[in-house]
């Protein structure tokens, strides 16, 4: 499906603005459902209150052991993020892996432009470029957490 709809797209425009655009594509979709999936209000909570907590941690002057626990809570925190958010980005970011798959066969053959070394000329480097700023545009447009 991914490669019929891209041979409709090569009789608007060439092979460069088609894998960027299929990068934006993915990029956009990839953060919807990272924004669906991940629980958004939950780990907005838990960053405001890693923040007060970070804040008491620099402004400390008491013994180690308090010192000990307040990092220790920070830890926590952080973990908690990190259960959210991972299980999310993972599925997130199955579409966009799929949709490369589809697509590398289609643009096996052809030459991208290059920003001075030779790897940057791949597929693969300008979807996953055009992927990661259209997405974290979105991210950054829509505040996703």
């Not at 603005?17 to 958004?40: D, E, N, T």
């Not at 920003?115 to 829509?142: D, Q, R």
């Amino acid at each position: 499906m991914i490669a019929f709809a891209d041979t409709l797209l090569a009789g608007l425009m060439g092979p460069w603005p088609r894998i960027l655009a299929w990068g934006v594509l993915s990029g956009a979709i990839s953060m919807g459902i990272y924004a669906w999936i991940a629980p958004q209000q939950k780990m907005i909570a838990y960053k405001a209150q890693q923040k007060e907590l970070r804040a008491k941690l620099i402004r400390h002057e008491g013994a180690f052991g308090e010192l000990q626990s307040l990092i220790r809570a920070d830890l926590l925190l952080s973990l908690k993020l990190c259960t959210l958010a991972v299980p999310a980005v993972v599925l997130s970011f199955l579409p966009a892996a799929g949709i490369l798959y589809c697509l590398l066969p289609v643009f096996a053959e052809i030459t991208l432009p290059t920003l001075g070394a030779e790897w940057t000329s791949s597929v693969e480097f300008w979807y996953i470029l055009a992927a990661c700023v259209s997405s974290l545009a979105i991210k950054f447009l829509f505040r996703i957490t």
